[in-house]
């Protein structure tokens, strides 16, 4: 038998699956701690079923020597838990393949890949230890070995996530782990799997954040103290790490009856001068129109995180799609100034939120983020970020007797005052408004009053991040893409230049709306451009038609759930750059 995983990339692809409860989110989470304690780059990405148990999820794990920030079809190693392992991973298995498994679960499941399976008796070994529910720790001991990964440092990791030394708890599976180490240590000396990787210096001062505690960070850099919202995949994440440090940031939470609730809650809290956050899917924000129509009109800076799953309605509740983005532009009746964001990586992410912040106090107007459930649910090893970067400001002024909360403005912000701070009334209202928040029927002051608050677009215009641009700067092809889309649009071209196309540069927008000034110009210099974005109808390609005029050439698109990997990215990018490539 060969080895196993391929030689010398110094790159693993690991697969991990099981049953929903069978742990396989504990695995990932211990392994990806320890891999980056030895040295090594992580990333990891989740793909789950709507389920509570039974099914199968999975999780994608690259362990490697140098920086990975996207997912690949390739697996070098796979580790199931269980039988019954789904056709998106069985797909994905080729010759290079090491198939980690139990016979006794899998039983003759994977007799076509004989050759491949590397058997490991994880259910005895967990027995052993007391029951079959240690078949997962089984598991790290076996690949903390195999990535020589020292034995203290397994028992450390184990023990401090299950509660330390001399707990029941802890000693068991700490005994499940050092099993399945001694096995790992047996195939590393038998020379059946050896993963040939090489430890990095810089790891050490790296951090290691999911895509939900990177918009939950921002979000406190960017002041955050107020946070509500209504359970919904996959977006609940961001409240439940604000909830569990709230003491510690300051911030109040609430967990609200519905969304409608909680947009209503942040317009109140923002009009009593706090800085809120709401944390959504599209169900969510679908129900929240009206309250972020208030927010525009009363001129509350509200925070709205939307984190995309497929629709329509509940559609596909843990997966992932670029299907919202139609929806941000346009949610809420009538016109008003709003600035939406759209990170495509996790320092992104945590800037994208600190801005939004940023953006919605200066120009009084809602800010959106848009994450999407594979951005959110990944995770990997990154440089501490610079937190003063996007500051926000404090643009609350102490009122004074005659205070006007709505005063004409040049630039469309009048100052703002909250109740409590200073001596003048604070008003407020849905209808149509004077400038002290009086309700008038007044068709010359609602021309007036709607052009003030519009004006602001022009600032927020001006203020709009530059996209970013990856790659030659004389290119001649431009490849366009927008969110989470762009780490695996980094690699796949990387993949197509050193296959020889070194005439292709990547556009990424962090910023969707309003587009910055050079949109146009980027793209004007491009022969070809190709957009790849995550949904049907091409949402952001047509949203740069009505802002440019300029229509991509080709596009390539994918909505089945499943994010993006690399090879594919590459494949179709391929295809839809040549000069006869066709709408994908």
């Given at each position: 038998m060969a080895n196993y995983p391929r030689a010398n990339l110094g790159d693993v692809s690991l697969v991990l699956c099981g049953a929903a409860g069978q742990g396989v989110q504990t695995v990932e989470q211990?392994?990806?701690?320890?891999?980056?304690?030895?040295?090594?780059?992580?990333?990891?990405?989740?793909?789950?079923?709507?389920?509570?148990?039974?099914?199968?999820?999975?999780?994608?794990?690259?362990?490697?020597?140098?920086?990975?920030?996207?997912?690949?079809?390739?697996?070098?190693?796979?580790?199931?838990?269980?039988?019954?392992?789904r056709s998106h991973i069985l797909e994905r298995i080729d010759g290079g393949t090491a198939i980690l498994g139990d016979p006794e679960e899998l039983g003759d499941e994977f007799r076509r890949w004989e050759g491949q399976t590397v058997p490991v008796s994880f259910l005895s070994l967990a027995r052993e230890v007391g029951q079959a529910l240690f078949a997962g720790v089984v598991a790290v001991g076996v690949l903390a070995a195999l990535l020589e990964i020292p034995r203290e440092k397994l028992e450390e990791a184990l023990r401090r996530h299950f509660g330390g030394r001399g707990t029941d708890m802890a000693d068991k599976n700490w005994a499940a782990g050092a099993r399945g180490y001694a096995e790992g240590e047996a195939l590393r000396r038998s020379g059946r799997l050896e993963m040939d990787l090489v430890a990095d210096p810089a790891v050490e001062g790296a951090i290691l954040v999911s895509g939900t505690e990177a918009v939950a960070l921002g979000a406190l850099a960017g002041g955050c103290d107020f946070c509500c919202g209504y359970p919904m995949s996959p977006a609940t994440g961001v409240l439940q790490f604000l909830v569990a440090q709230a003491r510690r940031f300051g911030v109040v939470t609430e967990q609200a009856e519905d969304e409608i609730a909680a947009i209503n809650m942040a317009v109140g809290a923002s009009y009593a001068g706090a800085r809120p956050l709401v944390s959504t899917s599209g169900g969510g924000l679908a129900l929240m129109g009206e309250g972020i129509s208030l927010a525009g009109i009363t001129e509350c800076p509200v925070v709205i995180h939307l984190a995309q799953r497929p629709g329509p309605a509940t559609g596909m509740a843990t997966r992932t799609e670029q299907g919202d983005l139609d929806l941000a532009l346009y949610a809420g009746h009538g016109e008003f100034p709003r600035a939406i964001f759209a990170p495509g990586t996790l320092e992104e992410a945590f800037f994208c939120t600190q801005r939004a912040f940023a953006q919605a106090l200066k120009w009084q107007s809602p800010a959106l983020v848009l994450t999407d459930q594979y951005l959110v649910d990944l995770s990997h090893d990154l440089p501490i970020p610079d937190l003063e970067r996007h500051a926000t400001g404090d643009y609350l002024i102490e009122t004074k007797e005659g205070y006007r909360r709505y005063a004409y403005a040049e630039g469309g912000v009048s100052p703002r005052g909250v109740p409590g701070h200073g001596e003048g009334l604070v008003g407020a209202d849905s209808h149509e408004h004077d400038e002290e928040g009086h309700v008038r029927e007044d068709f010359a002051l609602r021309q007036r009053m709607h052009a003030k608050r519009m004006k602001k677009l022009e600032g927020l215009t001006r203020d709009a991040l530059p996209p970013v641009l990856v790659g030659p700067e004389d290119y001649r092809c431009l490849v366009v893409v927008w969110g989470s889309t762009r780490p695996v649009g980094e690699e796949a071209l990387a993949r197509l230049a050193r296959r020889g196309r070194k005439d292709t540069a990547l556009l990424s927008f962090p910023q969707v709306y309003p587009l910055p000034p050079s949109t146009k110009d980027f793209l004007a210099r491009a022969e070809r451009v190709v957009a790849v974005e995550g949904n049907a109808t091409g949402q952001f390609a047509r949203h740069l038609f009505l802002a440019t005029g300029r229509r991509p050439d080709a596009s390539v698109r994918r909505w089945n759930g499943l994010a993006f990997s690399v090879e594919w990215v590459a494949q179709e990018l391929g295809k839809a750059l040549d000069e006869g490539g066709e709408m994908a």
């Open positions: 211990i392994l990806v701690k320890l891999a980056k304690a030895a040295g090594y780059h992580v990333f990891a990405s989740r793909e789950y079923m709507s389920r509570v148990r039974g099914g199968s999820n999975s999780t994608a794990l690259r362990i490697s020597s140098f920086p990975v920030r996207a997912p690949v079809d390739r697996i070098d190693v796979l580790l199931p838990l269980n039988r019954g392992v």
